[in-house]
Every structure is written in structure tokens, then in C-alpha cells.
């Protein structure tokens, strides 16, 4: 079983939609958790860190569920900008930086 | 510097030349990366560094790849006779390693092509 896994999509929305993305690890000891960012195969970028009791960041809300080993990400009226590749990234805590990243999954928003 | 900077940014090896990438972290930083991506988006951790230390080599394919992060000197991953697979686009990242929620910062890849 992998690391961590995605639904590797496509999503393709239209502009203003809001659109939901999950992701499970199967580590339960893992430590930290994100959502990263990656535009045509270029630098992952981070979007944001994902915390115990949920976070949101404008348009952007991440959630944790520690039980259910389930991470997700939700964009509320996606904008053009917004399409890229979501990588679900994980942290078991075992070494600094060793990170765990799921296969992305692929958003498109269209006018 | 503010960026982490990845040279060079394309690199083309015929199967069985040596390729040499280099990375400078961002000032500060004490911690490097290195991440190798292949096709799919599947990022695969090769190792890590502390300062001029290994500090995680447990992803390194040790019989053809070496790395080095020396004082005053760009870090840099080595691949010793390249093969067809290790085409892939290669990522460091640094870190000021402040704890595990400390993200890693990218650089914008070298993308290196075995034929």
C-alpha cells in the first residue's frame, strides 16, 4: 500500500465552483501534513499546512481526520488560476523532511 | 540567497556519462533536500543533509549516486554512469529545519534526460 494515496482526478470545474479533494496515509504516526502545489512540472509550492483542528486560508480549508488517516482540501469559486496539480504531502515524524507525497491530483477550472 | 537555486536547469547524458547537479539553499537554511520526480508525479526522497552531514541517506541508489554538501560551496548530486531511468526531473529543497511543520522550500528542478 502506498505511502499516501489521491484520486489523481482529473477534476475539471468550471470558474466559481467549489471542489473537494482527499486524501488517505497509512502511517499512523505521521506527524505533519500539506497540500502542495505544483504548475506544469515545475517547484512544488506549499499552499498550506494542514492542522489537528482544521484550517482555512481565504478560499482554501484543509482538514485533518488522525483516525481516519483521511486529509482533505477544499477550494470554494475556484478561480483560473487555481488549476494545477494538488499534492498531498505527509511528514511521519520519523525524520526531518522525509516527506511522503501522494501522485497529485490534476484541477482544471475553465471559464 | 531567497530562493533555493538549481542549476543546471536542463541537462541531456547519453547512457553511461556522468551527470552533475548543484544546488545552493537559501541563506539560513541548514537543511537540504534532495527529491527525484518521475513520470506521474511520483516523488521519490533521495537524501538529506544538515549543514555539510548526511543526514538521511536512506533513498540514495548508493551504487552510481553520490552527494555533497560542503561549506561555501553549492550542494550537489552526482550520478555515476547514467541510465535510461534515472531520466527525471531532480528537486532540492532546503529547510531551516525548525521542527516537523517546518515546510520544505523547492527549487525549480533540473531536468535531466538520459538517451
Known amino acids: 500500500r502506498k505511502e499516501v494515496e489521491q484520486d489523481p482526478g482529473p477534476f475539471n470545474v468550471p470558474e466559481g465552483a467549489t471542489v473537494a479533494f482527499n486524501c488517505t496515509y497509512s502511517?499512523?504516526?505521521?506527524?505533519?501534513f500539506f497540500w502542495y502545489r505544483q504548475d506544469c512540472r515545475k517547484e512544488p509550492k506549499l499552499l498550506m499546512s494542514?492542522?489537528?483542528s482544521g484550517n482555512e486560508d481565504g478560499r482554501f480549508t484543509a482538514q485533518l481526520n488522525r483516525a481516519s488517516q483521511y486529509i482533505s482540501l477544499l477550494i470554494r469559486d475556484s478561480k483560473l488560476s487555481d488549476s494545477a496539480t494538488y499534492l498531498c504531502?505527509?511528514?511521519?515524524?520519523?525524520?526531518?523532511?522525509?516527506?511522503?507525497f501522494g501522485r497529485g491530483t490534476q484541477l482544471t477550472v475553465w471559464p | 540567497g531567497e530562493e533555493v537555486a538549481q542549476t543546471p536547469k536542463h541537462l541531456v547524458r547519453g547512457e553511461g556519462q556522468k551527470a552533475k547537479l548543484y544546488c545552493a539553499p537559501i541563506?539560513?537554511?541548514?537543511?537540504v533536500f534532495w527529491y527525484q520526480q518521475v513520470l506521474k508525479n511520483e516523488f521519490k526522497f533521495l537524501i538529506s543533509?544538515?549543514?555539510?552531514?548526511?543526514?538521511?541517506e536512506t533513498g540514495m541508489p548508493k551504487e552510481r549516486f553520490s552527494a555533497k554538501c560542503l561549506p561555501n560551496s553549492p550542494c550537489s548530486l552526482e550520478i555515476q554512469a547514467t541510465k535510461l531511468e534515472d531520466s527525471a526531473v531532480y528537486f532540492c529543497a532546503s529547510s531551516p529545519g525548525q521542527g516537523y511543520n517546518s515546510p520544505l522550500h523547492f527549487g525549480n528542478g533540473t531536468r535531466l534526460t538520459v538517451t
Open positions: 504531502v505527509v511528514n511521519r515524524g520519523s525524520t526531518l523532511g522525509r516527506l511522503y
Open positions: 494542514v492542522y489537528s
Open positions: 502511517n499512523s504516526a505521521s506527524q505533519s
Open positions: 543533509f544538515q549543514n555539510e552531514n548526511v543526514f538521511d
Open positions: 541563506k539560513g537554511h541548514s537543511y
